[in-house]
Nanobody
Framework: QVQLVESGGGLVQAGGSLRLSCAAS????????MAWFRQAPGKEREFVAV????????DYADSVKGRFTISRDNGKNTVYLQMNSLKPEDTAVYYC?????????????????WGQGTQVTVSS
């Protein structure tokens, strides 16, 4: 089992920045692909970004490409999401997810473990 705990959410004005963190504990010796998803009120959960176990392969949703950056520190068992130029439409609960594969894509069904989520609110 792997436990994921997100942090770093909050309230920010449009154009601002936040950095989310996701700390993994438990069976962290395995090589996991990690991703961020988000869910806005009344909407389905959507893919945001993914990073493979080595940190060399990354993919982003078109809506965040060029503004968000995913990274990981395997020594700290932590994955990050740097969010710049935030927009009100980025408002959502952001979830960290881990997959027992070297690389998993954009499908939430590919992920085995999920955090509880952290709220990000962007005011206009």
């Amino acid at each position: 089992q792997v436990q994921l705990v997100e942090s770093g959410g909050g309230l920010v004005q449009a154009g601002g920045s936040l950095r989310l963190s996701c700390a993994a504990s438990g069976r962290t010796r395995s090589r996991y692909s990690m991703a961020w998803f988000r869910q806005a009120p009344g909407k389905e959960r959507e893919f945001v970004a993914v990073i493979d176990w080595s940190g060399s392969i990354k993919d982003y949703a078109d809506s965040v490409k060029g503004r968000f950056t995913i990274s990981r520190d395997n020594g700290k068992n932590t994955v990050y999401l740097q969010m710049n130029s935030l927009k009100p439409e980025d408002t959502a609960v952001y979830y960290c997810a881990a997959s027992q594969s070297l690389y998993s894509g954009r499908d939430a069904k590919s992920y085995d473990y999920w955090g509880q989520g952290t709220q990000v609110t962007v005011s206009s």
